[in-house]
Each structure stands twice: as structure tokens, then as C-alpha cells.
């Protein structure tokens, strides 16, 4: 490799190595197991993959999971793949991976934070992080996939819009406006140019495409709108107030149906009234870039980007990830509907979730670095993730991270999923490498982002876990180095 390419050109060259891998397989007729994460971008991952091993006729499998453990592996081994793909998820586990499956070929399409190195010449990563582009913000597993997939045939062009759908899952729009950068850019203009992606500045509350209007003014909680947000009756008032009708016939009407004269007037009435209230940084947050999936359904969650993504993420988080990957494969009819109505279950259960927790005070400990919920065995561990990424937008003090765990009985563990926020991030804090090193201690496994991370931990370690927990994040913040010995 030329030392003078630009790291995306050596990421994409990455890729490229990792899809002559794909293609030398599949023409042997090699039996191809993919595995991948249980959430939006895991599963529009794996979709993407599938989509790419199918148009190679090549023989696979893929299994979506919450974790990679030794138990998994030994599942993987008892297959006896000629390829093994791990999407979404891998780079955290190297040492654990390289010992395990000494003699499989491996690709790891991952955008987490590194942990060992590959020695193993039958390993190939492919990992953001390694050309020193951001994993966290500048592409997921799901456009990673994407990259070798295209890398593999330039056919797979048409999976640009189920890569970036991954990375809307992985909240991965955070520049400017909601905007993409980097590797996830690439993705955008590649489904822009092949006329399967339109990106506009428009009102980006949630439900663009399928919410009546009240209510999506009604359930935003980003921007928070005093006044409007939780308020559903309040939100009619004022739309009545700007005359703008609510129903077309017999059929709510969603943002996406306003004129672009009812569009600016709603969207100035809307930032009057956050400045009425001094809301001035809100008022910013109101406008930014939205995604359309020109090839859908109008009215379809799968018109909208991030719509799509919070349907996929529901689909693997209520067991059911291969309705998700099905979509991601281009089914629709019979796998879109039966989706919808998981979708719905899903809310219920955060909703659920969410009331339990604000139930009780306690529920939410604050510690000296950080904020706790034990979601006890209350909380479905394959949600905690989604319910600690809501809370933690809604505290007090947005520099301390949200732990948030809950019981996984048949393994007698806990499952963690830390959330924090960029203001925390650039205080030092990186929730990854915490999760890694207490987990680590204490017989557990972990990592991830250093805004989003997760562990599982034996539930008689739990709370000596989460004091080392509010200890390192502690010595974050005070700028200390944590020791990085794996055996620490
Ligand atoms: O395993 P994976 O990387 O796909 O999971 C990422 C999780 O972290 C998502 O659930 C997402 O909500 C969260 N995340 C975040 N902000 C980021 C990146 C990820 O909140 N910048
Ligand atoms: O599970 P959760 O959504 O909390 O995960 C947050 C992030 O941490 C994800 O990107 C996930 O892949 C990662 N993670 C990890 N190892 C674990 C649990 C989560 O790398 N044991
Ligand atoms: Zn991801």
C-alpha cells in the first residue's frame, strides 16, 4: 500500500481485499456463514451482505445475535463454514476470535474500536478505526458491508440506500444539519446518483413519512417543544391556528404532505414559539437533512430513512431479524406487513419500559460520575440498549453517561448498555474502552463506541461492575490514562 493514499482510499482498498475473499469462495461453491448484530444497522448489514452472496449464487447462512461470545463461536465452528463474515460486529474480539477459529477463513466487517491485533493471515478486517476514520460517526457495519459488497460488483450500487439506513440507525447523522460525512457521504451520493436517494432540508421530527402531523409535533422530543411535545391536543390547536388542515379526505396528512407554503409557515410559527420560550440552540435543531428512499412507498416507514431504521431495529430487537433482513433483501408485501405490527409491539414495550422506569425515583440512581437504571428482569435485555439511548437524552446533568442494565436469567448475567453524549466525549469519556476494561475484570465481555457501549456481566459482579465503572469514567474525566492490559 502506498503510503501517500488518503485513509478512505486505503479503507476502500481494505474492502477490496475482503471481496476478492467473497468472490474466491462463492466460485468454489464454499458454504458462507455470516453473523451479525441484532440491531438497524446489523441487520441492513447482514441484508446487504445477502443480498450480495445471492446475486454470486453462493451457498450461505446468516444469523443475527446480540453479542458475540465463545458460545456463539462454538455454534459457528459446529457449522463448518469455508467463510465466516461477522458484520457489525467482531473488532472488539480479536484475541477471542483468532483463538477459536484457528484455521477458518474470517472477514471482520466492523466499525467498533479495536481490541488485539490480526495475526492470522486467514483474517481480513476491515475496520474504519485501523485508517484512522471515526467508527462511531463516519460509517457503520451496514455501509462497511456495503463497500465490499460494491467492491465485489458494482451492481450492489443498489444497496446504497439499505447502507445508509444502518448508519441512520446507528445515529450516525451528526454533523451539520443532520448531515453525513466521510465514508457515509460516499454512500449517500452513490444512492443520489443511481436516483434511489433524495436528500432535502425539511422539519426532521420522527414519523415524516407515516405520523399524522400532530402527533409527530406531539411525540418530538428533538428538538423538545415546550408547549407541543407529550401534548397531542396543543399540537392540533396550533396547526389549526396556522390553517393548516390536518386530514386530506379521510386520511391524516404527514409532514411529507404539506405544501411548501404550509411547510415554512409551520416551520417559523414553530421556531417563534421556541423562541418565545428562549429556546434559541432548539430553534437550529428544527431544520436539517432527510432522506428519501425514492423507490418506496410513499406513507411507507420505508420511504423515510430513519422511519426504516427504527422498523429494522424493531424486527431484530423483538426476535424477529429475519423479517428485517428479508426487507433489507428487497421483500416486501407479506415481510413488510407482518414488520408494521412488530413495529407496533415494540413501541408498546419501550413505552412500557419507559413509564416503569419514571414510576419510581430510585429507578434512576445517580452516582459520582455516572447515572444507573437496573432494569432488573423487567426490561427485555434486547431492548435496554434502545430505553438507555432515550433516557439519557432526558438528564439532568448531560456530561454524566447512563449505565442502564437488566437481567439475562438463563445465562445469570447482566446485559449493560452505556449511552452518553458528545459534550461528555469531548470531556475524555469513552464509554468503550470502560465497558471493555471493568467487564474484562470482572468475567464479563464488552465494548463498543465511546458514545455507545454495552457489556454482559455475571449478575453476582453487577455492582462491583458499575462502582468500576463510575471509578474509570472518573479517571477519564480527570484525564488519566486507564491501564490498558487486557488482564488488568
Ligand atoms: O453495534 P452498533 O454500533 O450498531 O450500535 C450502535 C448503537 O450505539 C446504536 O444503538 C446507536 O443508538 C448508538 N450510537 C449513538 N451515537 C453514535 C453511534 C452509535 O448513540 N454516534
Ligand atoms: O447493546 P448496546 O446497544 O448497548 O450496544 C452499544 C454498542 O456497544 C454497540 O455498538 C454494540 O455492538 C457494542 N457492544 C460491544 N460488546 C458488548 C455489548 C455491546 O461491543 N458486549
Ligand atoms: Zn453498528
Given at each position: 500500500m502506498a503510503p501517500q493514499q488518503d485513509p478512505i482510499e486505503r479503507f476502500l482498498s481494505q474492502a477490496g481485499e475482503a471481496s476478492k475473499v467473497i468472490l474466491e469462495v462463492a466460485q468454489k461453491g464454499g458454504f458462507i456463514h455470516v453473523f451479525s448484530h441484532l440491531d438497524a444497522d446489523g441487520i441492513a448489514a447482514a441484508g446487504v451482505m445477502g443480498k450480495a452472496l445471492a446475486r454470486l449464487d453462493a451457498k450461505f447462512r446468516i444469523r443475527i445475535t446480540q453479542q458475540l461470545d465463545e458460545k456463539i463461536i462454538d455454534e459457528i465452528i459446529g457449522d463448518k463454514p469455508q467463510l465466516v463474515i461477522l458484520t457489525d460486529f467482531g473488532s472488539g474480539y480479536l484475541d477471542m476470535l483468532q483463538q477459536k477459529l484457528p484455521s477458518s477463513k474470517v472477514l471482520v466487517l466492523d466499525h467498533h474500536q479495536v481490541n488485539g491485533t490480526i495475526s492470522n493471515p486467514n483474517f481480513v478486517q476491515v475496520n474504519p478505526h485501523v485508517f484512522g476514520i471515526d467508527g462511531a460517526s463516519n460509517v457503520s457495519g451496514s455501509g462497511i458491508a456495503y463497500f465490499v459488497a460494491k467492491a465485489a460488483s458494482q451492481a450492489n450500487v443498489d444497496l446504497a440506500p439499505i447502507a445508509l439506513v444502518g448508519a441512520l440507525g446507528d445515529m450516525q447523522d451528526k454533523y451539520d444539519q443532520r448531515s453525513m460525512q466521510s465514508l457515509n457521504e460516499i454512500i449517500v451520493n452513490d444512492g443520489v446518483a443511481a436516483g434511489l436517494l433524495k436528500v432535502e432540508k425539511d422539519?426532521?421530527?420522527?414519523?415524516?413519512?407515516?405520523?399524522?402531523i400532530h402527533k409527530t409535533l406531539a411525540t418530538t422530543t428533538n428538538p423538545f417543544i415546550p408547549g407541543l411535545s407529550g401534548e397531542e391536543d396543543k399540537a392540533l390547536v396550533f396547526l389549526s391556528n396556522l390553517n393548516i388542515p390536518i386530514k386530506q379526505g379521510e386520511k391524516w396528512r404527514a409532514l411529507?404532505?404539506?405544501?411548501d407554503e404550509e411547510r415554512k409557515r409551520l416551520c417559523s410559527a414553530l421556531a417563534d414559539h421556541l423562541l418565545s420560550k428562549g429556546l434559541h440552540l432548539a430553534v437550529e435543531n428544527l431544520i436539517g437533512y432527510v432522506y428519501t428512499l425514492t423507490k418506496e412507498e410513499p406513507n411507507?416507514?420505508?420511504?423515510d430513512g430513519r422511519e426504516f431504521a427504527v422498523l429494522l431495529n424493531s424486527t431484530g430487537r423483538m426476535d424477529r431479524p429475519s423479517l428485517g433482513i428479508a426487507i433489507c433483501m428487497g421483500d416486501r408485501k407479506a415481510a413488510l406487513e407482518e414488520s408494521n405490527k412488530i413495529l407496533e409491539d415494540y413501541r408498546k414495550n419501550i413505552n412500557k419500559y419507559l413509564g416503569w422506569v419514571n414510576e419510581k425515583p430510585e429507578r434512576l440512581r445517580e452516582l459520582q460520575n455516572i447515572y444507573v437504571i437496573n432494569?432488573?428482569?423487567?426490561?427485555?435485555e434486547k431492548i435496554i440498549g434502545t430505553v438507555s439511548s432515550i433516557i439519557v437524552s432526558s438528564l439532568?446533568?448531560?456530561e454524566k453517561p447512563l449505565i442502564a442494565f437488566a437481567n439475562v436469567e438463563k445465562e445469570q448475567a447482566a446485559k449493560f448498555s452505556a449511552r452518553t453524549t458528545e459534550a461528555a466525549i469531548r470531556k475524555g469519556v469513552n464509554l468503550g474502552e470502560v465497558m471493555h476494561l471493568a467487564s474484562d475484570t470482572y468475567g464479563g465481555k464488552g465494548g463498543g463506541h465511546n458514545i455507545a457501549a454495552g457489556a454482559q456481566v455475571p449478575i453476582d459482579k453487577v455492582e462491583l461492575f458499575v462502582k468500576s465503572v463510575d471509578e474509570l469514567i472518573g479517571k477519564q474525566l480527570r484525564g488519566e490514562k486507564l491501564a490498558g492490559n487486557d488482564n488488568a
Open positions: 422539519l426532521t421530527f420522527f414519523g415524516r413519512e407515516t405520523r399524522a411529507r404532505d404539506l405544501t411507507t416507514a420505508l420511504r432494569g432488573e428482569s423487567f426490561i427485555n439532568a446533568n448531560n
